[in-house]
């Protein structure tokens, strides 16, 4: 193997004679790593002090050990904050839970989901400083100071902290959503859209969206229409003694898919979605009898 093969982006910025501005950028986008030959194996009791680089100053200036000294008082999270606006269009909130489906959440399960809402904040508050240096890059002319490579070399690598932030705060989101319909004893269909539905509302500002509430209300009145064809052809051929045909004690919310009854909050709640604020057993009976 040749000298110049085994020039690396590093070894050409440390070498006066080779230096390029343009391995620089090449170094910061995309750092060396030791071929996985040469990679030495590791047990998994050792891998908390695998790295391939050492930690900045810069950065044990801010964070070290023990990391729970790492956690701020509020005063110094709020002071952090005003040094880092956020952004428009709610792009670092967090999304609300829809009012329309409240009444199916336990309570219980409300105040776990206000926990998840909180560490998902607490993500997006790490992305403000990001967004907001993305900000000045693109609104202040730096020519004079830097070239425009060496900008976009800084610009990229923020990008790339903003994509494992969000993948991370949305992946909070979709816990929040599944926890809650399963918490709501949902139907499976249900529970696996909370991982697929996207929501069109306004800067993504709620948990589900409409369009999952949309399929929410199709898959209660299909339901619906299903208890009252079963209900009807029971009663039809099989009238029990000593009621009416059109009477029958209430049944389970088997479309919540968990054999709760419809008595309780899910009664209440489930009117909205029989007509006219009439749960889904009067309509079922009412129906039975014509």
């Not at 050492?54 to 023990?66: D, F, L």
């Not at 990391?67 to 999270?77: E, G, H, Q, Y």
């Not at 776990?112 to 990001?130: N, S």
């Not at 969000?166 to 499976?188: C, M, N």
């Amino acid at each position: 193997m040749s000298t110049e093969e085994n020039i690396t982006p590093q070894s050409r910025i440390t070498d006066p004679d080779t230096f390029d501005i343009s391995e620089l950028y090449r170094a910061l986008l995309q750092p060396d790593r030791e071929e996985l030959a040469d990679t030495p194996l590791v047990s998994a009791r050792e891998t908390k002090n695998t790295g391939s680089y050492p930690v900045a100053n810069t950065v044990k200036e801010v964070v070290g050990y023990p990391r729970i000294d790492n956690r701020l008082a509020a005063s110094t999270v709020k002071a952090l904050l005003r040094r880092n606006p956020e952004p428009e269009a709610g792009l670092l909130r967090i999304p609300d839970n829809d009012a329309e489906l409240q009444p199916f959440f336990t309570n219980d399960a409300k105040g776990r989901d206000k926990q998840l809402a909180r560490i998902q904040k607490e993500v997006y508050q790490t992305l403000r400083p990001v967004c907001y240096t993305l900000h000045f890059l693109e609104s202040t002319d730096l020519s004079q100071q830097a070239d425009a490579a060496s900008v976009a070399s800084m610009a990229r690598k923020l990008q790339d902290v903003l994509s494992l932030g969000f993948h991370a705060a949305e992946g909070i989101r979709l816990e929040r959503r599944t926890q809650l319909a399963k918490s709501a004893h949902w139907s499976p269909n249900l529970i696996a859209a909370c991982e697929e539905v996207e929501s069109s509302a306004e800067f993504d500002a709620m948990l589900f969206g409409p369009e999952f509430c949309q399929r929410f209300h199709d898959e209660a009145r299909n339901w619906k229409h299903h208890r009252i064809i079963t209900v009807a052809h029971s009663n039809t051929n099989n009238k029990p003694r000593g009621r009416s045909s059109g009477s029958r004690p209430f049944g389970t919310n088997h479309f919540c898919g968990g054999g709760q009854s419809f008595r309780g909050h899910n009664k209440k709640a489930w009117g909205n979605y029989s007509g006219g604020g009439t749960s889904a057993d009067t309509t079922s009976n009412r129906s039975a009898s014509h």
